[in-house]
């Protein structure tokens, strides 16, 4: 009777035991599940030429604005000086111009005059009517040279317009030649060399701000009306000891529903539509991109 008694205790125990295991189980168990990404930007070359210096290295760390290389402008100083030879004609052109223009002006000037003096002759009778006719003929025709010479320099204005139009676009092109990182971030991949030949919009590295990493997870449409962008939930990843924990932020929800993704859950529940979320994360180094992780909500 007493040993029936022990052992009936001992059953007893043992089922506590197991309920208290597979309610502290329960409680432990994460409610999705993903891995972590982050967007990544792929900055270009933007001119053409060889690629002379290029301080970038894979995992390095750039700061927003920082010069990392720089593409070889000699064939733009080249036409850079060709421009500046262009508008220094066109001025030198435009000063002969002027100069017609006053020697032009004088002799209009010493028309007017003798016209002048001929009216007053002619109203003595001591001149004819034919020198003033001349006269005002010769003005008129000093007059055309003038407008002639007028309608030239506008050519000449417009024509330097055009070329230090030109020359813009060729400085634009020599800025363009020293690559500056545009933002902050690690280099995550290196795709180009320094001496390689260069053209626009070729990719010379990705770049990625991981100080902010997101998690992207799958949860299912019972799951999803119990969430909102900026919910604040907890992250866990995997650590030597147990688990570590971040603060996370809800920052994505997917409108359309997809199937669980073959990585994330058993054979069994892959034919299930899920929901994918993303989970903002402030990253403290110990994070990796493609590193699976937790969400609690």
Request: aromatic residues 4%; neutral net charge; glycine residues 6%.
């Amino acid at each position: 009777m007493r040993l029936f008694k022990e052992t009936k205790l001992c059953l007893a125990s043992l089922c506590c035991l197991v309920l208290t295991v597979s309610c502290s189980d329960e409680s432990e168990q994460a409610d999705a599940y993903g891995n972590f990404e982050v967007d990544n930007t792929i900055i270009s070359a933007q001119t053409a030429g060889e690629l002379l210096r290029f301080d970038v290295q894979q995992g390095g760390l750039l700061l927003a604005g920082q010069i990392v290389g720089l593409i070889d402008t000699t064939s733009l100083h080249l036409q850079k000086n060709e421009i500046l030879a262009s508008i220094s004609a066109a001025r030198i052109q435009k000063i002969n111009l002027n100069a017609q223009e006053e020697v032009l002006g004088a002799e209009r000037a010493n028309l007017v005059r003798e016209k002048n003096r001929v009216e007053k002759l002619l109203k003595s009778e001591s001149a004819t009517t034919k020198q003033r006719d001349d006269l005002v003929g010769n003005i008129k025709v000093i007059d055309e040279r003038i407008k002639a010479l007028l309608t030239q320099k506008k050519v000449i204005d417009t024509q330097v317009a055009s070329i230090v139009a030109k020359l813009g676009v060729i400085d634009h092109q020599m800025s363009n030649a020293v690559i500056t990182n545009p933002l902050q971030g690690r280099v995550l991949t290196k795709l180009a060399q320094a001496h390689e030949i260069m053209a626009p919009g070729k990719p010379l590295y990705t770049l990625a701000d991981l100080s902010l990493i997101d998690l992207k997870a799958f949860v299912s449409e019972r799951q999803l009306a119990n969430l909102a962008l900026e919910q604040k939930v907890k992250v866990l990843i995997d650590s030597e000891d147990d688990q570590k924990e971040f603060s996370g932020k809800i920052t994505w929800i997917s409108d359309e529903a997809e199937f669980t993704p073959k990585i994330i859950q058993t054979k069994e529940e892959r034919v299930n539509l899920v929901y994918a979320i993303k989970v903002r994360v402030k990253n403290d180094g110990s994070i990796k991109i493609g590193m699976p992780g937790e969400v609690k909500f």
